[in-house]
């Protein structure tokens, strides 16, 4: 079963616009990570924030944790039809080394 | 370093047909994972090795079977392909510190 679920499914903005997805996640986690993957790749690690931080960045991304609302987001600024991919957040807990993953999102942006 | 690798890359088998899947990685990580990934499904986990000579079951273990006899190689066996194995299949490893985990380019499998 998905702890995390990604919302929205899908996004479609333009070249320089921000882009922003949601992960919703369902029990306690020890971090979250989110991850992108190109049509047709693996999945690339983009960002890793522990349940002790709030806030996170990594050139164009941002990323925030509430874990009051058990919810994360990645900002993606200054969007680039590069960044088209899917986007997943995966989270693991207690002390498991097993990242669970969401059904990602997937964005599309428009040169 | 080669990172994660992974052979086939793609595979169309008959239903009942067997065959195994080879995972390999240089960067000495002790865990190793088996994910399918179907679409609207996400990644969902099959097989799973903490180290060497271990192995344990995932969220979607049945029809499948392991082995990590070596800690740079996990193999994902199928010994009887049916049509709902047909999906895309990433093998990954995890570095302890930073924790991430590192995938290797997918498997497609078909099975017709």
């Known amino acids: 079963s998905q702890q995390g679920e990604e919302d929205p499914q899908a996004l479609s903005i333009q070249e320089g616009e921000n882009a922003t997805m949601n992960c919703s996640y369902k029990?306690?986690?020890?971090?979250l990570q989110w991850y992108r993957q190109n049509s047709g790749r693996g999945l690339v690690h983009l960002i890793l924030i522990r349940s002790n931080e709030r806030e996170k960045h990594s050139g164009r991304l941002r990323v925030t944790l509430d874990t009051s609302k058990k919810s994360s987001s990645l900002l993606i600024t200054a969007s680039r039809a590069a960044d088209t991919a899917s986007y997943f957040c995966a989270t693991e807990s207690g002390g498991s080394y097993i990242p669970t993953f969401g059904r990602g999102t997937s964005l599309i942006v428009h040169p | 370093n080669a990172g994660v690798t992974q052979t086939p890359k793609f595979r169309v088998l008959k239903t009942g047909q067997s065959m195994t899947l080879l995972c390999a990685q240089d960067m000495n990580h002790e865990y190793m994972y088996w994910y399918r990934q179907d679409p609207g499904m996400g990644l969902r986990l099959i097989h799973y090795s903490v180290g060497e000579g271990t192995t344990a079951k995932g969220e979607v273990p049945d029809g499948y079977n392991v082995s990590r006899l070596k800690k740079q190689n996990f193999l994902l066996g199928l010994e009887s392909a049916a049509p709902s194995q047909t999906s895309v299949y990433f093998c990954a490893s995890r570095s302890d510190s930073p924790y991430e985990q590192y995938f290797g380019p997918g498997t497609r499998l078909t099975v017709t």
């Open positions: 029990t306690s986690i020890n971090n």
